[in-house]
Each structure stands twice: as structure tokens, then as C-alpha cells.
């Protein structure tokens, strides 16, 4: 049995994307001309007239900007890995997973960085923006999990949020809620 981790607002302070992006603008500042692309697609999504994979992939053609989205990666961790919260480095074990719907690209550097087992996240293009898996989001992190770490369970599952991973929770032995620093036992509500 693992224990298996949400990451944005999870064990990392903040939502790792956004984090990433500014830093990126802050960099290469063109990148705020590709703005109402990126807004109209927010918008056709909040609108449910496009999926959140079709906002996701509008949103991430600021990597077309980036010359090597490997070094700006690196460099971001090295500035942002403090964002991880202490209570997960208290309590982390070798054998780890991370479930996200962040960029694979993004997050797999701190597998080596946390010793940890597994990250499992989107697989986005880190020169285009597309995505080569689906959202790894709600549902699908589960079949992730299950493609990835075949014959394994999960023990303990942490998130933020109820709504965006209650099959998780479910999934789990046990899930655990957190909200900032606390951490709360997760119990299936009866209309589920």
C-alpha cells in the first residue's frame, strides 16, 4: 500500500501552472501578446462551449515563446521548491506518488528532488502546448494510477478538493482533505 498525493494547493503552496507562467512572462515578456488567445479560450470554456483540455492547450501555447523549457523548469524550482508545504516533507516516504492535472514537464523533476517513487501527470507538449494524455483530472487519475502502478493500492490519499477529486478519496483506503496546513479525515457523503 502507498500513500498518493493531489499536487496544486495539496503539498505545494499555490498552483504550480500559474506560478510557472508568471515566471515564464517574467522572462519573456512576448509572451503577454498571446493574452486574448488565451482569455477567449477561458472564455469559451466557462461557457461550456469548449472542454477544459481545449482551454488547457490554448493557455499553454506560451511555451511556442520559450527557448528551452527544460532550463526555465530547472531555474523555477529552484526558486518555488520552498512552496512545498511542511507537513507533507514531515510525513513523505520514498515510495510516493504524486497525481496531478499539471504538466508532466513541469512536475517531473521533483521525483528526483523529493525522492519520491511516481509522479503522474498530464502529458502535455512541452514545445507546443498540446496534450499527448488526457486531463489527468477526477476519473482519469485513477486510470492513470492504474495503468502506471499495476497490483498497487492506495493507502492514504490527500487533496484540496472534495469536488475535483472525490473519486480519489473514494478510491483510497483512506482520503484526507487539506486545506492549508490542516488536514482533515475525508468521510463519504450519502448522496454519492
Not at 26 to 34: A, D, E, T, V
Amino acid at each position: 500500500m502507498i500513500n498518493a498525493y493531489d499536487f496544486d494547493k495539496t503539498i505545494y503552496d499555490g498552483d504550480s501552472t500559474v506560478d510557472f507562467y508568471i515566471y515564464c512572462l517574467k522572462r519573456k515578456k512576448s509572451i503577454i501578446f498571446l493574452l486574448p488567445i488565451q482569455v477567449f479560450a477561458m472564455v469559451l470554456y466557462i461557457l461550456k462551449i469548449k472542454d477544459k483540455e481545449y482551454f488547457k492547450e490554448k493557455f499553454f501555447i506560451f511555451l511556442k515563446k520559450i527557448p528551452d523549457v527544460d532550463l526555465y523548469v530547472r531555474d523555477f524550482w529552484e526558486k518555488n521548491i520552498k512552496k512545498i508545504k511542511k507537513w507533507y516533507l514531515d510525513q513523505k516516504e520514498q515510495t510516493d506518488v504524486i497525481i496531478s492535472a499539471s504538466p508532466e514537464f513541469l512536475l517531473k523533476p521533483l521525483k528526483k528532488r523529493l525522492k519520491i517513487d511516481k509522479i503522474i501527470a498530464t502529458k502535455v507538449n512541452k514545445k507546443t502546448g498540446k496534450f499527448e494524455s488526457k486531463n489527468c483530472h477526477g476519473q482519469e487519475k485513477i486510470k492513470r494510477f492504474e495503468q502506471e502502478k499495476k497490483n498497487k493500492k492506495i493507502n492514504k490519499f490527500y487533496s484540496d478538493s472534495v469536488s475535483a477529486d472525490r473519486p480519489m478519496l473514494e478510491y483510497a483506503k483512506e482520503g484526507y482533505v487539506v486545506v492549508n496546513e490542516e488536514i482533515k479525515k475525508y468521510t463519504q457523503s450519502k448522496e454519492s
